[in-house]
């Protein structure tokens, strides 16, 4: 009561000070018209009035001055003053303005929000997430997921009515009620802006006849008219998008056009493939194919054409007749639909021995290793390195797990040679033989996750990769020797004619040509598939440096043991979409039995209509797939959709903590995916 009253008292004060200052105004004005002018009284009534009037306006103004600046800070006044001020800037202010409850309820929106939404009714009472797409939690909160890349200390993305907005929330309280005010921001015509920059992006992509050397060997005007079929296909499908199709080396073009095209051909799932495959030559009607890099990566041009190239490699590496899209955050596949013709030439196989012998000669030590659950090819080819870093004279050791039975016949082949005394080695002492120097081989796979051991190959610097199977993403550290040919039948077809290269005649004992030739054996089921000219050429060297074909067949033989797991394949088979045959195991299976899946999988090719076979195993809590293809199906596109991998006619994929019936089911929808895309 008291600080009213003392309030009171002082603007009474103020307002007679006020009076006191408007009469004293008055009668000076008075008396200077009085003395100055002639004018008759009546005049200088009125002329006293308008000044009466225009003081006590200028002494309000005084008053409210003075009262503002002499008032508490806690003046009743001074709240619903600085009320009425926030009312009117937010009326008047030209961003869309809605205030809701701590529900989301609409209580008010200002007129620039109905012009910039203009909605089609009255949105009083209604929800806030009733117009636009975001919660008024999730304004609130100012966050949204990385992959949608809104976050902003602007607020969140929101649409409404076809319009992009950023919408920021203030919550404030009045009454002991929480309300919320959200402040909209367009960016309509930014977000126009920048789709429009991102559709006129340019994309750069290289392309490259990759069957060229086995199109040369038909008659020069053949194979002249199905280059230029070939040429003409590809600057239609150029002109088409309004691109830039050059061809910068022989058979080999570079193709620049605008990023909004790319969709266009992902939906098309790159049908230029096809109708390239449609061009033929020679009598026994080769296809003609091609594979594509493209790079859709942020940065310079410089860094597109990298990766546009990387891209084509890839491609290569993957078998070609196939696409590979390298986005920002992952890489895409499409085509690869045709079988891996075998190359001729063996100059790229003397140029990589030449590279891994230098990088073993620079080395202090070289490890090797496979792929998990080892078979006959891959540490053949392990052998055969050792035996390169031998010649070179660098310690090498192979990591493996010497206790695996389906090694068990190889590694006593070589142990008599003492050479081979302590070369067999396990992860862990592995991982106490790295060093600065140390190079790393690994073989039969490309990979990380089939790795024998994949903590070595992180913590190696120097890695050199050599595998027959279709290369299936990028490293995280870039190898110094990739040696990835899908069109070789094996690893140890490959590393035979390194060595063919690499070694004198008769460096090469028996026991580690049989041990190769054992590779071979099993990967072409005894040169019965996906063999070549150069597979029968490397069997030419290995028969040359002592490989006995009869010594070699004791490392198929099966035990009845062994016959009876295969057996267990048989009694529990099932079809899916006619073409696929599945075998399961009924039981808990053991490591042995993963060899017995994959002689499963290649008997039910035998049997009518199959056109791929898988057989699954489940071994503790993983499940074990062998697939194998009768030429048609590319089973490795397959089992690469649930992280396996392999080769056209023959894949494998292991899955970790799953049961028979999820792994099933997987397989199942992976299949479906292929037969939907291919």
């Known amino acids: 009561m008291k600080n009213k009253h003392e309030k009171k008292t002082h603007r009474i004060s103020a307002r007679v000070v006020l009076s006191v200052v408007i009469a004293a105004m008055l009668f000076i004005i008075y008396a200077l018209i009085m003395h100055l002018s002639s004018l008759d009284a009546l005049t200088v009534g009125a002329v006293m009035l308008i000044c009466f009037f225009a003081a006590e306006f200028i002494g309000l103004k005084l008053y409210g001055f003075f009262s503002f600046h002499m008032a508490n800070p806690d003046d009743e006044k001074l709240s619903p003053i600085l009320g009425n001020i926030t009312l009117d ?161 022989r058979d080999k073009f570079i193709f620049l056009f605008e990023a909004r095209y790319l969709d266009e051909f992902v939906e098309k799932k790159f049908d230029i493939l096809d109708r390239i495959r449609e061009v033929r030559i020679g009598e026994g009607s080769m296809p003609v194919t091609v594979s594509i890099g493209i790079s859709r990566v942020n940065g310079t041009l410089a860094d597109k054409d990298h990766d546009a190239h990387a891209s084509l490699d890839l491609a290569l590496q993957r078998g070609g007749d196939q696409v590979v899209v390298k986005n920002i955050h992952n890489t895409e596949f499409y085509g690869g639909r045709t079988k891996t013709v075998q190359k001729r030439t063996k100059v790229r196989a003397r140029v990589i021995a030449n590279q891994l012998s230098l990088s073993m000669a620079k080395a202090n030590n070289v490890l090797i290793m496979g792929h998990r659950n080892p078979d006959y090819d891959s540490i053949g080819a392990c052998v055969g390195i050792a035996r390169l870093a031998m010649f070179c004279g660098v310690k090498a050791n192979i990591i493996v797990n010497r206790d695996d039975a389906n090694i068990k016949s190889a590694i006593s082949r070589v142990a008599p040679l003492p050479e081979y005394a302590d070369i067999f080695v396990d992860s862990i002492t592995g991982q106490d033989m790295i060093n600065s120097d140390t190079l790393l081989v690994i073989v039969d796979v490309n990979n990380p996750v089939q790795f024998e051991s994949p903590d070595i190959a992180d913590n190696v610097a120097s890695v050199a990769i050599i595998d027959h199977h279709r290369k299936t993403s990028d490293y995280k550290h870039e190898p110094v020797i990739s040696y990835i040919e899908p069109s070789a039948s094996s690893a140890s077809e490959l590393v035979s004619e390194m060595l063919e290269q690499a070694l004198p005649i008769g460096s090469l004992h028996r026991e580690e040509a049989d041990v190769l030739y054992a590779g071979m054996l099993l990967d072409t089921k005894q040169f019965s598939r996906n063999t070549g000219v150069r597979t029968f050429s490397a069997a030419l060297y290995l028969r040359g440096e002592g490989a006995n074909p009869t010594e070699v067949q004791h490392f198929f033989q099966a035990d009845l043991e062994d016959f009876m797991r295969e057996a267990k394949f048989s009694m529990n088979v099932v079809t899916y979409r006619q073409m696929f045959a599945i075998s399961m195991s009924d039981s808990d299976g053991t490591p042995a039995d993963r060899i017995a899946a994959a002689k499963a999988a290649d008997k039910l090719l035998g049997v009518n209509g199959v056109m791929a076979s898988f057989a699954l195993v489940q071994i503790d809590n993983s499940v074990h797939i062998s697939a194998r293809s009768a030429g048609n199906i590319n089973v490795q596109l397959i089992l690469e959709k649930i992280g396996g991998g392999g080769y056209y006619e023959a894949a494998g994929a292991f899955l970790s903590d799953v049961s028979m019936t999820a792994a099933l089911t997987s397989l199942k929808e992976a299949i479906d995916e292929y037969m939907t895309k291919n």
């Open 89 to 249: 800037f937010i009326l008047k202010l030209y961003l869309p303005v809605v205030i809701c409850d701590e529900s989301g309820k609409i209580i008010w929106y200002n007129n620039a929000f109905t012009k910039a939404t203009n909605p089609r009714e009255v949105l009083y009472t209604k929800y806030i997430d009733s117009i636009v797409d975001v919660t008024i939690d999730r304004i609130l909160s100012d966050t949204t997921s990385p992959a949608e890349e809104t976050d902003s200390p602007d607020g969140i993305e929101a649409v409404a009515n076809d319009r992009v907005f950023r919408v920021k929330g203030y919550k404030i309280t009045a009454e002991g009620k929480d309300y919320v005010i959200t402040v909209w921001n367009e960016r309509t015509e930014l977000r126009q802006l920048a789709k429009r920059l991102s559709d006129e992006e340019t994309i750069i992509a290289y392309v490259m006849i990759d069957n060229l050397d086995e199109l040369r060997q038909f008659v020069q005007e053949k194979y002249r008219s199905a280059a230029a079929q070939v040429e003409a296909l590809l600057k239609e499908w150029a002109d088409s998008v309004g691109g830039i199709l050059k061809e910068y080396e």
